[in-house]
């Protein structure tokens, strides 16, 4: 059975770091771009990064440049999101997601398959 499943979120204060795994079953990660996105309370869910399939091709959102990291590890069909200096406008459950592609797409119905989500909570 195909399945994403994330883990890592947690309760963190403001200036700490969170470090999220995205664990792939029922298939190999080596042929897909994988994203990580979040959707806070009331929000619209937004896309944080994106990292193609060799990870040759990393992105990220502006909010997040210079804090987050995106890696993979097709060994372990896992990814990886390494989150630093959490803020407390972070909080939001995080996603991660399946490209139909090994490049990352750029809309969000090209994600073909998606985990459960794990919460981040940013506060003191």
């Known amino acids: 059975q195909l399945q994403l499943v994330e883990s890592g979120g947690g309760l963190v204060q403001p200036g700490g770091s969170l470090r999220l795994s995205c664990a792939a079953s029922g298939f190999t990660l080596d042929y897909y771009a994988i994203g990580w996105f979040r959707q806070a309370p009331g929000k619209q869910r937004e896309g944080v990064s994106c990292i193609s399939s060799s990870g040759g091709r990393i992105n990220y959102a502006d909010s997040v440049k210079g804090r987050f990291t995106i890696s993979r590890d097709n060994a372990k069909n896992t990814v990886y999101l390494q989150m630093n200096s959490l803020k407390p406008e972070d909080t939001a459950i995080y996603y991660c997601?399946?490209?139909?592609?090994?490049?990352?797409?750029?809309?969000?119905?090209?994600?073909?398959?998606w985990g459960q989500g794990t919460q981040v909570t940013v506060s003191s």
């Open positions: 997601a399946r490209a139909g592609r090994r490049l990352c797409p750029a809309m969000l119905y090209e994600y073909d398959n």
